[in-house]
């Protein structure tokens, strides 16, 4: 143990364990209370000892859910959380904080990763551990939660697809390859014990709505908006989406695969006339430089906030129609973020861009979000467990 920590502070947290066997592991997983204090500036003029860091993470960190740089020791990690802490709650936020990092860092190979960590989550279930999957564009990113409910706590595995394509998920020609390794990944994951019980979260669709539309129309030429061809872009896309997912899913695994709908717009109507362009989707949909293809959106007519909010919801109603007709579960996550005027509540937009970033603030989506993650993994929950 690190001899500058003073374990009688903690022994209150995590009694009846004695403080120095809790605290030994709890370095062992790869946690550094120096590390965390370091990490964030408003610490800064603190001038926190190693005690006072560890205890301000414990105590605060968690509840705030501020993240820790460090690289997971996964036996170190299990031994923890087969502690016998009588706070169960206070146990549940320490490991769902610290199970950010057993997937973490592992770029796009799915399958491999996850059989190696498979073990690891397997004995992290009878310790409260909620596995769930999640795979979707960098929107998805809204699902890929920690969070705690009594005894219980979040386990996500995001296969994250960045600037991901719903419609090039079944084009063998897509640049970014996605389509094949959701697909060998879903294979893999199927082959797993136990993973037919843990539920697949799929979002989809916001790049192609707000972003390969408009590129579309930049690479041939369109410049009037014509608000039925939007309709029937979302129209062809979905259909190609839901094609794909009802490819690699059979009807019997379709009971816990939700497909989430996308939210509602963010970026403003000041921001498109400016010519806003996402640097990675570009370059992943086309060959055009990220300037020529902001200049060239400045020549459209772009929906206007109103417009655009209405196609997102016209793809989500059809969305809904579809999953439930093939079998699979449907998350409304657009709803609940409407203002009274039917727009997006200001609330979900990041203040610091100001209507120039197109995903919606983590800050303040972060409870909305909780509630159907949790109703997931109640619906999807084996019998024998309660």
């Keep these: 143990m690190n001899a500058s920590l003073d374990p009688t502070v903690f022994a209150a947290l995590c009694a009846p364990v004695p403080a120095r066997d809790f605290l030994d592991l709890l370095l062992r997983t790869g946690f550094s209370a120096e590390a965390y204090r370091d990490h964030y ?21 968690l509840k705030e859910r501020r993240g820790i740089p460090m690289t997971l020791d996964r036996d170190a990690f ?18 769902t904080g610290l199970a950010h990092h057993l997937f973490a860092d592992l770029g796009h190979r799915y399958g491999p990763a996850i059989v190696e960590r498979w073990p690891t989550v397997r004995d992290l279930v009878p310790q409260g551990a909620r596995p769930y999957f999640v795979t979707g564009d ?10 705690a409910r009594g005894a219980e706590w979040l386990l996500p595995i995001h296969l994250l697809c960045t600037a ?31 993973a037919d019980a843990i ?5 989809f669709g916001q790049v192609d709505i707000e972003f390969v539309y408009h590129f579309r129309r930049v690479r041939d030429g369109r ?11 979302c129209d062809d896309m979905l259909a190609r989406y839901i094609r794909f997912v009802a490819d690699i899913f059979e009807p019997p695994c379709r009971k816990r695969v939700f497909i989430a709908s996308v939210f ?31 200049a060239r959106i400045r020549e459209l007519e772009i929906a206007n906030i109103r ?29 609940g973020f409407l203002g009274a005027d039917g727009l997006l509540d200001p609330r979900y937009i990041s203040p610091e861009a100001r209507g120039f970033e197109h995903h919606l603030d983590t800050r303040q989506t972060y409870a909305g979000l909780l509630t159907p993650i949790w109703q997931v993994l109640d619906l999807t929950r084996p019998a024998s467990t309660g």
């Design 223 to 233: 410049r009037a908006l014509d608000l039925e061809d939007y309709k029937l872009f």
């Design 199 to 203: 539920p697949l979260l799929i979002q």
């Design 307 to 335: 417009q655009r909010t209405e196609i997102h919801l016209h793809f989500n109603a059809r969305l809904k129609a579809e999953s439930e007709r093939l079998g699979f579960g449907f998350l409304d996550l657009a709803t």
């Design 41 to 61: 500036a408003d610490f800064a003029p603190l001038n926190w000892g190693p005690t006072q860091a560890l205890h301000h993470f414990l105590n605060h960190g």
């Design 164 to 194: 991901g394509s719903a419609a090039g998920l079944g084009n063998p020609a897509s640049r970014s390859g996605y389509g094949p390794l959701l697909r060998d990944a879903i294979k893999t994951i199927q082959t797993l014990p136990g």
């Design 78 to 95: 299990v031994a923890l959380a087969c502690l016998p802490i009588a706070d169960t709650a206070f146990k549940a936020r320490l490991l």
């Design 264 to 294: 509602p717009p963010a970026l403003s109507d000041a921001a498109w006339k400016q010519g806003y362009v996402n640097d990675d989707i570009s370059r992943r949909e086309t060959d055009i430089s990220v300037e020529e293809l902001s």
């Design 138 to 147: 960098s929107h998805s990113g809204h699902l890929n939660l920690t969070g």
